[in-house]
């Protein structure tokens, strides 16, 4: 690979990083207590991890995660929560990097991504925020941890996914030789 390709690669990531931030401040929040909104900070993220690759895409996740802690008044109750629900949840999104030169890459490394993303923020809830589990969420009496996580993170992980999806569906034929690197044969 020449230096100009790896230039660009670390343009783009930078591009894409600064993209995801300033969409991050666009969101709907459901009104859960410890977090979680529905924006379309993960968009970019997907885009570069298949344009570029899963190495790179992890990293990019990695770093977003924590950025999006530090300048978003990230919601932690611990050291291990911020790391779980910001740096390593978002770096999941990276995943979708696994699907790079596919014709699908865009709504499938999309899926692939919010379902890593989800897992992460899945465990943390059933791990670190079970302390925090009320007696009702949802009009529903909650007992089980597993089921306080799921239907908690899934308020906001599944219309994120959705859109993930269906944008990355929209915009798999227009920018499939941006997808494919074409742009730079």
Not at 38 to 56: N, S, Y
Not at 74 to 97: E, F, I, P, R
Not at 115 to 123: A, L, Q, S, Y
Request: some cysteine; overall charge positive.
């Amino acid at each position: 690979m020449t230096s100009n390709i790896k230039l660009r690669r670390l343009c783009e990531g930078a591009i894409f990083l600064a993209a995801s931030v300033a969409l991050s401040f666009i969101r709907i929040n459901p009104g859960l207590a410890y977090g979680g909104s529905i924006d379309l900070a993960m968009l970019p993220l997907v885009f570069f991890a298949v344009r570029w690759g899963l190495p790179w895409g992890l990293c990019a996740g990695f770093l977003f995660g924590l950025m999006h802690f530090l300048f978003s008044g990230g919601v932690a109750v611990n050291w291990q929560s911020m790391l779980l629900d910001y740096s390593v949840a978002y770096m999941m999104t990276g995943l979708a990097g696994a699907l790079k030169n596919r014709k699908l890459g865009l709504p499938l490394g999309g899926l692939l991504g919010c379902v890593g993303r989800f897992g992460i923020h899945f465990i943390s809830g059933i791990t670190i925020y079970a302390a925090y589990m009320p007696e009702e969420f949802l009009n529903r009496t909650m007992t089980s941890t597993w089921m306080y996580s799921l239907l908690y993170n899934g308020l906001y992980m599944l219309p994120n996914t959705i859109i993930v999806v269906v944008i990355g569906a929209l915009l798999s034929l227009p920018l499939q030789k941006f997808i494919m690197r074409d742009d730079i044969r």
